[in-house]
């Protein structure tokens, strides 16, 4: 009898065994098909909402699983969210991270390739402000394709793109999460030289013609942020072209240079440059500010420091 009752347990510890595996195989993810952890078809898929740089709601019926980006800094800011496994193709000029160096490329200039993007079937394209016309706009709706236009006029617009793209992503905390550092750090980098004896700034973005910046995008708010003052700020055009003249009738501390071959010769020439004169001149950097992205913290740094050299070294 003892033998019996031994059998017939393990035998049905047996029989639970298999039917509890077989309940879980069939719940596993693995058995609904591909590796996919989305929740079951029974549950609905939230939708997601965003407003774009160009006062449009976006809406798409569940999280994109493939977006492609029109614009370099769109790019370096969807990979920067974690929703870099999501982009499928990116415009020629986007090549940070280095993962998007692999990426499919495709012409952005002076419109998107329509077929070219029918052939990818996106579920969004992320395009550039004013390299997407409200025709090529119109267009692109009128075929199905969901577009998000970016276009970052100030350092706050990088935060809030971040928190906006990281919906984008599998995990939006990750963007959430880097949107919140990115923002404390401009905020203690502005109220460190808040205070600060203001340094007249002139930013030579290009040497011949001369072409600076206003105050009206990322360049001109990185200088304000730094305790600077844009010479060129307050005009109405975002990229002035002024001659020398009047570049040394506004009196700058200090010419940042971002041309891609900037040379003090041309202001040595005009006496402006110390020590003879009384400005300074530094090559700066400022690619990571004309694409908008995470990057720009960091840069931000380096031209608060030139900036505030200038100031430490004038007299008191």
């Known amino acids: 009898m003892r033998v019996f009752a ?24 693995q058995a609904r098909g591909g590796g996919d952890s989305s929740p079951p078809s029974s549950l609905p898929v939230p939708s997601v909402r965003l407003l774009d740089d160009a006062g449009r709601t976006i809406e798409l ?27 499928v193709a990116v415009d020629r000029n ?8 692999a990426l499919p490329k495709l012409s952005s200039f002076p419109g998107p390739d329509v077929e070219a993007l029918l052939a990818l079937s996106p579920d969004l394209v992320v395009g550039w402000g004013p390299g997407v016309s409200r025709a090529q706009l119109e267009r692109l709706e009128s075929l199905g394709i969901a577009v998000f236009v970016s ?43 808040a205070r600060l004896r203001p340094v007249r700034v002139f930013v030579q973005i290009w040497s011949s013609p001369l072409i600076t910046v206003s105050d009206a995008g990322p360049i001109g708010d990185a200088v304000r942020s730094c305790g600077g003052v844009n010479v060129f700020g307050d005009v109405n055009v975002a990229a002035p072209q002024p001659d020398a003249e009047a570049v040394l009738a506004r009196h700058p501390d200090l010419i940042v240079a971002t041309d891609p071959s900037p ?19 530094v090559a700066f950097d400022a690619s990571t500010f004309e694409r ?8 931000l740094e380096g031209l608060c420091a030139e900036i505030d050299a200038v100031r430490r070294s004038a007299p008191r």
């Open 151 to 193: 276009q970052p006029r100030t350092l706050d617009d990088i935060a809030s793109t971040l928190r906006r793209f990281a919906l984008l992503a599998p995990d939006p905390s990750v963007g959430a999460a880097l949107a919140d550092a990115f923002a404390a750090r401009l905020d203690a980098i502005r109220a460190r030289y």
């Open 263 to 281: 040379s003090p010769r041309r202001w040595i020439g005009y006496g402006l440059l110390a020590p003879q004169g009384p400005a300074h001149f």
């Open 61 to 87: 019926q569940g999280p994109p699983r493939r977006i492609v980006s029109l614009a370099p800094h769109a790019t370096e800011l969807l990979f920067a969210v974690g929703a870099g496994p999501r982009v």
């Open 292 to 299: 908008p992205g995470p990057r720009s913290i960091d840069a």
């Open 6 to 29: 031994a059998s017939f347990c393990a035998a049905l510890a047996a029989a639970l065994a298999i039917a509890l595996a077989a309940m879980l195989a069939v719940a596993s993810p």
């Open 94 to 101: 986007s090549d940070e991270p280095a993962a998007a160096r």
